[in-house]
């Protein structure tokens, strides 16, 4: 089976940072677009980040400069770093692997910005 495991969110003061990890599982990783998205209350779901086979990068411009995307296949991992972090970055982020035709998501990780 597979499965996305999200890790490493929860409560920061604003300018502050946090590190979360999507583990996968029951797939060949390293073949796998990654995406980390976010949902605040009462909003659509956005992509904030996406990691392509390879190493290509993209990023929302809301995200950019602050928060960096990686992965590590070896460990079948892929890592956002979110720095200078503000309360409306707070939402449930969810990280998404996507091969071709198949998409599967994890169930996602909180993270609130305030003081």
């Known amino acids: 089976q597979v499965h996305l495991v999200e890790s490493g969110g929860g409560l920061v003061q604003p300018g502050g940072s946090l590190r979360l990890s999507c583990a996968a599982s029951?797939?060949?990783?390293?073949?796998?677009?990654i995406d980390w998205h976010r949902q605040a209350p009462g909003q659509q779901r956005e992509l904030v980040a996406q990691?392509?086979?390879?190493?290509?990068?993209n990023y929302a411009d809301s995200v950019k400069s602050r928060f960096t995307i990686s992965r590590d296949d070896a460990k079948n991992t892929v890592y956002l770093q979110m720095n200078s972090l503000k309360p409306e970055d707070t939402a449930v982020y969810y990280c998404?692997?996507?091969?071709?035709?198949?998409?599967?998501w994890g169930q996602g990780t909180q993270v609130t910005v305030s003081s």
């Open positions: 029951g797939i060949t990783f390293s073949r796998y677009v």
């Open positions: 998404n692997a996507e091969w071709r035709s198949f998409s599967v």
């Open positions: 990691i392509f086979s390879g190493g290509r990068t």
